[in-house]
């Protein structure tokens, strides 16, 4: 009885060793099989084609599936971010510049934050034309204020 017992508790010794050494062959396997594939950070582009220049009439529009206002003026085409640098909300036009309905936040038309609890002024954006003439903005490139795509004239 105690022989048997004894090659019992054996038998479950190598079968515990077995299942170790298999889990442990394939935790390395999975860990190495992962490093093949690459840290990818999947996010939406950051240029956005926003339409033809003829959307954007003299003043501001605002395009809310970008937060952004195209911005134009004799400068030529600016986009302004609409996400207040306070929490995140979205400003709106008035007549000074712009204001966040969240905490009361009031940005100038350049964007500067005036007085709220915005710590940063408003965002521009770099915008350009694609080969087909339609705006582009980059939400990836951040600009000075003063910074505008030259409206190209008709014909030219
Ligand atoms: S989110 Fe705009 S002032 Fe707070």
Redesign the pocket.
């Known amino acids: 009885m105690s022989e048997e017992r004894e090659v019992s508790r054996r038998r479950l010794f190598r079968w515990g060793a077995a299942a170790a050494a298999i889990g442990g062959v394939v935790g390395h396997a999975a860990a190495w099989t992962r490093a093949l594939v690459p840290n990818v950070r999947y996010e939406p582009p950051q240029r956005r084609t926003l339409g033809p220049l003829d959307r954007f009439p003299k003043g501001r529009t605002f395009l809310s599936d970008e937060k952004l206002f195209i911005v134009r003026d004799k400068l030529g085409l600016r986009a302004l971010s609409a996400v ?6 979205t ?1 709106g036009p008035s007549k000074a510049g712009y204001h ?6 009031r940005f100038a038309a350049d964007g500067a934050n005036l007085d ?3 710590p940063r002024p408003l965002v521009w954006y770099a915008l350009s034309i694609a080969g087909s003439g339609a705006l582009v903005v980059d939400l990836g490139k951040e600009v000075a204020a003063e910074v505008a795509l030259e409206i190209p004239r008709r014909g030219a």
């Open positions: 207040c640098s306070h929490l995140g909300c400003v966040c309905p969240c905490h009361g936040s709220g609890p915005a």
